[in-house]
């Protein structure tokens, strides 16, 4: 909440009509906001900020491109990007043991408060395992957008240095963020700092970059979600997996899945007497991400040709294509 301060600066420029200034402070609570991880209320508040400046023909806040509440900066900026996904859980195909574990994970943040007073802890750090393209991102995003919480996206190409210890260095301010500011911090290829201890290309310095991970996300008790995704879950160190709440698994998707996806992407352009069950028989194999870019793919040659409607063969060519690809790439 705005604090006495900031109320009373509010109500004296609101009576002196000094817009400037009431909208410097409305921004300023914010902030304020954001930083306690209120990111729907606090871009809430921006947007109606916005829309009062529109109606009084200012621009708006930041100049014509919105600048974010939370965006890192400093030595931050390097490591750490920040996004406010509007994304929804219902957007995303999923089989059943997944869906309710997401549920059940948004169900406990937003209870939070009620499960702490109890003693207990909702879940908030989480390990997710599965193939490329199965909806991994996804998820970061869908979590951050159901809670309204900003989504900080680890660089890993900032973080990870060549030089002894300034890794670890790095890895305790991004854990010092998920304390100041609330949000969801994801960790995207997470194998380049979880593998194994002892694997035959291993070097001291990613051992002491682990044991800090290990040592980091056991100590940390701020109220941020801490999100690391892999495809490869078997070289993942084995003591990683008792530092998460839970971990999902992420599977290819089967024929109904497949045929969901197309039929929810595709449906309101394609002509009639389409067999989603015999286009997804030929689809195994293909990812989530995959099969949603066949679609996409589909759609844009028929807007080239100038037709507004797709066909069972258009839709069948291009996930051939899209199978043909993926092969290819598997091969190598």
Known sequence: MASADQLKALLKSHLEGDDERFFSVAMQVAAHEAKLGHGKLAEELRALVDEAKARRGLPPQGGE????????????????????????????????TLSSQLERIIREQRQAAQILAHGLSPRRKLLLMGPPGTGKTMTASVLAGELGLPLFQVRLDGLITKFMGETASKLRQVFEATDR????????????????????????????ILNSFLQMIEQDESHSLIVAATNHPEIL???????????????????????????????????????????ASGAVGLSYAEVARASDETLKAALIEGRQEVSEEDIRRTLEERQLISSRLKAK
């Open 65 to 96: 491109k919105a600048i974010p509440i939370s965006r890192p900066r400093g030595e931050l900026a390097g490591l750490l990007t920040v996004t406010y996904p509007k994304a929804r859980l219902g957007e995303m195909v999923l089989d059943d």
């Open 181 to 208: 500011t609330r949000g969801v911090y994801f960790f995207d290829e997470f194998d380049a700092i979880g593998s194994q201890r002892g694997l035959s290309n291993d070097v001291g310095e990613i051992r002491r």
């Open 237 to 279: 160190d084995h003591a990683l997996f008792r530092r998460f709440d839970d971990v999902l698994h992420y599977e290819l998707p089967d024929e109904g899945h497949i045929a969901s996806v197309l039929k929810s992407r595709l449906g309101r352009t394609t002509t009639k007497g389409v067999s989603w069950k015999r286009l």
